[in-house]
């Protein structure tokens, strides 16, 4: 099946360092989602972007959907210990029956 | 709120064994599905339900089955345990398929010896 190409697959920053990721698709896509997974958890909703060029922010991540809707970046500012985990991009076609579709993972640690 | 509700958290099966894994919502949402996720691969789709009474699969479904007898319950059953079932398995929920996004259990994780 078709999957997200999502980078870096792992990255060690220093606290107060800025991060960030990118995911990209050979397909469109209509909405894409960002997650974060931390241990022995399932993945929670950090964002979603649902119109091409939109630029979101929750607290200090910000995402925005690629003009081309074939990509999708996330940004973390000034990372905090707690900013430690995997960060999944999803994407999906709403009003068909395209399933939701996943990257692989960028899994972040951040040292003091 | 529980929210999406996975039981067990962690359990070891033989090959050829069966189980079920659990997966209660309190939501009232319509849509549940299953995900297994593996190391590098992400999150793949085994099954989905749109509502009570409908199950489709989704990109990896050989040996798994469902049933959605209830908008809450969407159980996942694994007939015959092999060792490329070993995984951690996720449920997950949302309002509708097309326009809310997932929210998900806190996984379960299977051994196959």
């Known amino acids: 099946g078709q999957q997200l190409n999502q980078s870096p697959q792992s990255m060690f920053i220093q606290e107060g360092e800025d991060v960030s990721m990118n995911c990209t698709s050979s397909?469109?896509?209509?909405?894409w989602l960002w997650y974060k997974q931390d241990p022995g958890e399932g993945p929670v909703l950090l964002i979603a972007l649902y119109k091409a060029g939109e630029l979101t922010s929750n607290g200090r991540l910000t995402a925005q959907f690629g003009i081309t809707r074939k990509d999708s970046f996330l940004n973390i500012s000034a990372s905090i210990p707690s900013d430690v985990g995997i960060y999944f991009c999803?994407?999906?076609?709403?009003?068909?029956?395209?399933?939701?579709?996943f990257g692989t993972g960028t899994r972040l640690q951040v040292t003091l | 709120n529980a929210g999406v509700t996975q039981t067990p958290k962690f359990q070891v099966l033989k090959t050829g064994q069966s189980m079920t894994l659990q997966c209660a919502q309190d939501?009232?949402?319509?849509?549940m599905s299953w995900y297994r996720q593996d190391p590098g691969m992400g999150l793949r789709l085994i099954h989905y339900?749109?509502?009570?009474?409908?199950?489709d699969q989704g990109e990896v479904p050989n040996g798994y089955n469902v049933s959605r007898s209830t908008t809450e319950d969407f159980p996942l059953r694994l007939l015959l345990a092999a060792p490329s079932q070993t995984s951690v398995y996720f449920c997950a929920s949302s309002y509708t398929k097309t326009t809310s996004p997932l929210h998900f259990g806190n996984g379960t994780r299977l051994t196959v010896t």
């Open positions: 397909s469109i896509f209509n909405t």
């Open positions: 339900s749109v509502g009570a009474g409908i199950t």
């Open positions: 939501m009232n949402h319509e849509y």
């Open positions: 999803a994407a999906q076609n709403t009003g068909t029956a395209s399933k939701l579709t």
